[in-house]
T-cell receptor, first 115, second 115 residues
Framework: AQSVTQLGSHVSVSEGALVLLRCNYSSSVPPYLFWYVQYPNQGLQLLLK??????LVKGINGFEAEFKKSETSFHLTKPSAHMSDAAEYFC?????????????FGQGTELSVKP | EPEVTQTPSHQVTQMGQEVILRCVPI?????FYWYRQILGQKVEFLVS????????KSEIFDDQFSVERPDGSNFTLKIRSTKLEDSAMYFC?????????????FGPGTRLLVL
């Protein structure tokens, strides 16, 4: 069975500091991995995804994530936090066998950015 | 930019009542999903739907739940007899294809409160 663990339900950084949100997954098949962001009172918006190919994936708003199979990780980073990055971030995994679109989510990490 | 819409944004109902949550997926998308998030918990998959049939459903999606595409634009989730534990945020999503690599686009959610 697939699962996702996000380390840290709350992360606080200063504006301009590095953002690192951790995600580890468990999957018996090659996974597809996603990061979604949820701003207050809005739906989940895709930041980036890994399917195949290059393991370093770049997304919107300056975020990127690296798929590390040996570590079963897909951590999200941004070199310099901005106040507008304050939101909840969700890591998710789906089947890598093209037999279903079900997303399995982590519990989410709330990012706050201090001025 | 096309987006998934959901109505109502909030709904309060009495235990035992029927509720229908409505979604309008992105117009050229063929696959539709419902997820829910109980306060403080993970986003959980409920059901996926394609070609007027359920593709996959979770253990949560019992006989009290049903989905329907009543016309060419709407996608609905019905809860026949609501329970207190059905209180949650319900998200609709849609995608072009069912493959695990496809991006699911989420609506803003309906917050359901069962009293």
């Amino acid at each position: 069975a697939q699962s996702v663990t996000q380390l840290g339900s709350h992360v606080s950084v200063s504006e301009g500091a590095l953002v690192l949100l951790r995600c580890n997954y468990s999957s018996s098949v090659p996974p597809y991995l996603f990061w979604y962001v949820q701003y207050p009172n809005q739906g989940l918006q895709l930041l980036l995804k890994y399917t195949t190919g290059a393991t370093l994936v770049k997304g919107i708003n300056g975020f990127e994530a690296e798929f590390k199979k040996s570590e079963t990780s897909f951590h999200l980073t941004k070199p310099s936090a901005h106040m507008s990055d304050a939101a909840e971030y969700f890591c998710a995994v789906s089947h890598g066998n093209n037999q279903g679109g079900k997303l399995i989510f982590g519990q989410g990490t709330e990012l706050s950015v201090k001025p | 930019e096309p987006e998934v819409t959901q109505t109502p944004s909030h709904q309060v109902t009495q235990m035992g009542q029927e509720v229908i949550l409505r979604c309008v997926p992105i117009s050229n998308h063929l696959y539709f999903y419902w997820y829910r998030q109980i306060l403080g918990q993970k986003v959980e998959f409920l059901v996926s739907f394609y070609n007027n049939e359920i593709s996959e459903k979770s253990e949560i999606f019992d006989d009290q739940f049903s989905v329907e595409r009543p016309d060419g634009s709407n996608f609905t989730l019905k809860i026949r007899s609501t329970k207190l534990e059905d209180s949650a945020m319900y998200f609709c999503a849609s995608s072009v294809a069912l493959a695990g690599s496809e991006t699911q686009y989420f609506g803003p959610g309906t917050r359901l409160l069962v009293l």
